[in-house]
């Protein structure tokens, strides 16, 4: 979903995600609570929130990302800098750096970036994060449920998969990790690891 905010300020929302705002304090203060994952195109102006349930990112203008699912929230600026402020840190970004919280683990590091994240393009990427984080996000851009048999949710997985045809991206997920899945009734998947 994308929708304009009333500065003129861009949202994309992603799959299972929504903000919020107050359209009549707008002028006085540029809010919006976020539940899962946007990409923001700030203009210019007073300081412009958003609120998770991990953290708050503060900027003026530019373009970055924000991701809060369970057990994981995730910045990255595009343009401009941004300020973070988790329970735990708080750090600025410049652009192409990324601040995240993983598992309790937080990282900042500088990356490669394209001109907007790869979700915008309907593709997810993922590089050295747990399987069971790309297996939750296959199941949000599908709406479909996953259950595995003898497979390690903990090893690192570094790939992609499409939006839009589930059986490249479970080939994406399963090729590389040397899974077979099967898909069961209704919007049921079954992810096996047969060497185990």
Known sequence: TELKLPDSSFAALN????????????????????????????????KFDVETSAGIVSVLGTRFNVKNRKDYFEVVC?????????????VKLSPN??????GGVITTENITLESMPAWRANESTFKSIPFLYVIQELERQYDVSITTRNVDVHQLFTGSFPHSNLSLALKSISIPLNLSYQLAEGKK??????GN
């Open 15 to 46: 799959a299972f995600s929504r903000i919020s705002f107050f359209e009549k304090i707008w002028k006085k203060e540029r809010k919006v609570q976020l539940n899962g994952e946007a990409f923001f195109i700030v203009a210019k102006g007073s």
């Open 78 to 90: 595009f343009e401009g800098s941004v300020a973070v402020r988790s329970r735990q840190k708080a």
């Open 97 to 102: 750096q990324m601040f995240r919280i993983m």
């Open 189 to 194: 998947i079954i992810l096996t690891d047969e």
